[in-house]
């Protein structure tokens, strides 16, 4: 694929293999992620794309047997490399899961501010205004705004979705990766969250697995289409949809399998 | 109708009943406990029970103020001992514990679970009240949190193992260390959980009687000294059942009434908080 020239190359996965012990899920993958664009990984259940987006924040070391070789570059720079701290890592690289997991011992201000909290000691001003500036952008202020003091778990799924994403944004990372984010959520709260991609797109470069081809072809400019553990394809998403290079690509496609 | 069908019928109205009849059984003796032990203790409850202390034997009134005083010292003195120790034992097995050293913890934990009382008591009066020379109250203290530590560290790493996954993923992708993510979201997580265990714990070894028997030994005067032999409910109430007086009976029924009350107490906080937990998991 040929990303704009302007683009910087946010995000790369560079000849990435992941493994549970000696299995491979995830083999040989080699693909660019330019900034400020959203990607959707696409495939059949079993084909490694959630295990790949675990790889780009290397959260699929902390599984039972879970190791990579190849490597991942953000921003040029290798996040496998001896020096670098997965922790720290994961603060540039933020991530919202499948299902929502809101901290059920925390008010939703506190759901928000986490991940800051983490960072270090901010004054209370400064959490105070990065809470609400996570919120807005993740489309939830005007919900919570007078109630961001009670239980996370009072909101509804959508809202929790959408919170996690508040707390995702919150530390300001570069890097957005979203794990089916959703699954679990009913058409207007799917809507609200495809949305959402668009507006982020300006301020982060996105990663969104997703099972949901028409979802791909709604929020996506880039689309990868993975199968047992080979990227098979990625290119612009109107031309992967239209016009697939690949035979099995447009067999998933046109729904001929998976 | 049909035979097959009869047959259905019956035996399943049996089974009912025969169920029914098994579970009022089992209310049925704690509601025989406690109604003879109101019947029994509850006239000689009054305040001077509550605030002094036996008188020698013969005489009539007296309290056990001691005793009562000596249970609440003795317990919060285990409870110091042993919650640490088993809260933390727990978090361990949860979090770390898939190893051989969790598995021999975890081992040793189900065995200790099923040691008599009386042999922790045996155990405490080897290796503290002899070579210290005396009976004491540390000792008793130190047997009950023996007992109280197995319990504990299985119940807590039950409580934390109960946490979703994918909260610990979540903390871990926002960039929390692994101990934080422990702490801060897992072990908070399962905090009404573990507050539920330890109350059943402690209501567990406020009652015990042998372990005491040759640690803190009793006192017929008021002691808070913890190096001293001292007081406690059940150990009263073990020198009074057996005593040859109709006093002593009487008093020892009315100590039962608080003994019982006071584990009764701790079940109910324990309930309330399993309610906290359920309400807060919704």
């Known amino acids: ?258 | 109708m049909n035979p097959r069908r009869v047959r259905r019928r019956v035996m399943n109205g049996v089974m009912t009943g025969l169920v029914g009849v098994l579970s009022f059984l089992a209310v049925l003796s704690l509601i025989l406990i406690l109604g003879n032990l109101v019947v029994k203790g509850a006239s000689s409850l009054d305040w001077s029970f509550f605030t002094k202390n036996p008188v020698p034997a013969g005489e009539s009134g007296g309290g056990v103020a001691n005793a009562i005083v000596g249970t609440g010292i003795i317990v919060g003195l285990a409870c110091l001992i042993g919650l640490p120790i088993g809260i933390g034992a727990g978090l361990y097995l949860a979090e770390f514990g898939s190893g051989r050293l969790g598995w021999t913890v975890r081992f040793v934990a189900d065995v200790l679970n099923g040691t008599p009382s009386i042999v922790v008591g045996i155990f405490a009066w080897t290796w503290l009240v002899k070579p210290m020379g005396h009976f004491s109250a540390l000792a008793g203290a130190v047997a009950l949190a023996i007992l109280m530590v197995p319990m504990l560290a299985r119940t807590t790493e039950e409580m934390v193992r109960l946490v979703p996954h994918s909260l610990r993923e979540a903390a871990l992708a926002l960039g929390y260390p692994r101990w934080r993510t422990s702490l801060r979201i897992v072990a908070r997580t399962a905090l009404a959980g573990i507050v539920t265990g330890s109350l059943v714990g402690i209501a567990r070894i406020a009652g015990e009687t042998a372990p005491l028997l040759f640690t803190a030994l009793g006192n017929l005067n008021f002691s808070t000294h913890v190096l001293e032999p001292m007081q406690a409910l059940s150990l009263q109430i073990y020198q009074y059942a057996t005593g040859p007086f109709d006093e002593w009976h009487r008093l020892a029924w009315a100590a039962a009434i608080v003994l019982m009350g006071l584990v009764l107490l701790l079940s109910v906080a324990a309930r309330w908080a399993i309610r906290q937990r359920h309400g807060a998991a919704r």
């Open chain 1, 1 to 258: 694929m040929a990303p704009p020239a302007d683009a910087r190359l946010q995000l790369e996965a560079v000849r990435l293999t992941a493994l549970y012990g000696r299995r491979a899920v995830v083999k040989d993958v080699s693909i660019i992620f330019p900034a400020h664009t959203v990607t959707a990984v696409i495939g059949p259940s079993g084909c490694g794309k959630s295990t790949f987006l675990r790889c780009l924040n290397r959260m699929h070391e902390l599984s039972e047997g879970g190791w990579v070789t190849g490597t991942v570059l953000l921003d040029g720079d290798d996040i496998y490399a001896d020096a670098v701290d997965p922790v720290q890592l994961r603060r540039r690289v933020g991530m919202v899961f499948q299902r929502p997991t809101p901290f059920p011992t925390m008010s939703i201000y506190d759901n928000v501010a986490a991940g800051l909290r983490v960072n270090g000691h901010r004054s209370r001003a400064d959490v105070d205004a990065a809470v609400e500036r996570a919120l807005r952008r993740a489309a939830l202020w005007d919900e919570v705004r007078d109630r961001l003091r009670r239980s996370a778990l009072a909101l509804s799924g959508g809202q929790q979705q959408r919170l996690c994403i508040a707390r995702a944004l919150a530390p300001e990372p570069e890097v957005l990766l979203l794990d089916e984010p959703t699954a679990s959520l009913d058409p207007a709260g799917t809507q609200r969250i495809e949305e959402l991609c668009h507006e982020l797109k300006t301020n982060y470069t996105i990663v969104i697995v997703t099972h949901n081809l028409q979802q791909a072809a709604r929020v996506s400019d880039y689309t990868a289409f993975f199968y047992v553990g080979d990227l098979v394809e990625v290119g612009r998403t109107e031309a992967l949809f239209t016009t697939p290079t690949q035979e099995r690509t447009e067999a998933y496609i046109t729904g001929r399998f998976g």
